[in-house]
C-alpha cells in the first residue's frame, strides 16, 4: 500500500484548503478497517496529530484546530480528506497522511499559510 497525499499549497491567512490522501495499490476491505490520521510537522519539531478517524468514523482533533479543521473518509475511493478552513500562520507545514495498522506513512504535502 502506498499513501499519496496532495492538495496542499500557498494561501492566505483565513483561506481554505483540501488536502487529499489515497491509499493505491489497497483494496477496501484493506483499507475500510483502518485507523487514517493526518499528522504535521515543521522543521525542528516533532510531527504532531491533527486528526484521525476511526473504521467507525469516529474523530478525534487537536485542539489548535478544532472547529476549524474537518477529517472524512471515502472507503470506496479508500481515501480521506481534511478540509481546512480559517487557515492561520501557524498551520504551515508539511501534512503527512498515516494509516494504522501498519503505522504507514504517505510522502507529505506542504501548506503554507501567509499572514
Known amino acids: 500500500v502506498q499513501l499519496q497525499a496532495s492538495g496542499g499549497g500557498l494561501v492566505q491567512a483565513g483561506g481554505s484548503l483540501r488536502l487529499s490522501c489515497v491509499a493505491s495499490?489497497?483494496?477496501?476491505?484493506?483499507?475500510?478497517?483502518?485507523?487514517m490520521a493526518w499528522y504535521r510537522q515543521t522543521p525542528g519539531k516533532q510531527r504532531e496529530l491533527v486528526a484521525s478517524i476511526t473504521s467507525a468514523r469516529v474523530t478525534n482533533y487537536a485542539d489548535s484546530v478544532k472547529g476549524r479543521f474537518t477529517i472524512s473518509r471515502d472507503n470506496s475511493q479508500k481515501k480521506i480528506y481534511l478540509q481546512m478552513n480559517k487557515l492561520e500562520p501557524e498551520d504551515t507545514a508539511v501534512y503527512y497522511c498515516?494509516?494504522?495498522?501498519?503505522?504507514?506513512w504517505g510522502q507529505g504535502t506542504q501548506v503554507t499559510v501567509s499572514s
Open positions: 498515516h494509516m494504522n495498522p501498519p503505522g504507514q
Open positions: 495499490r489497497a483494496i477496501t476491505s484493506v483499507f475500510s478497517p483502518r485507523t
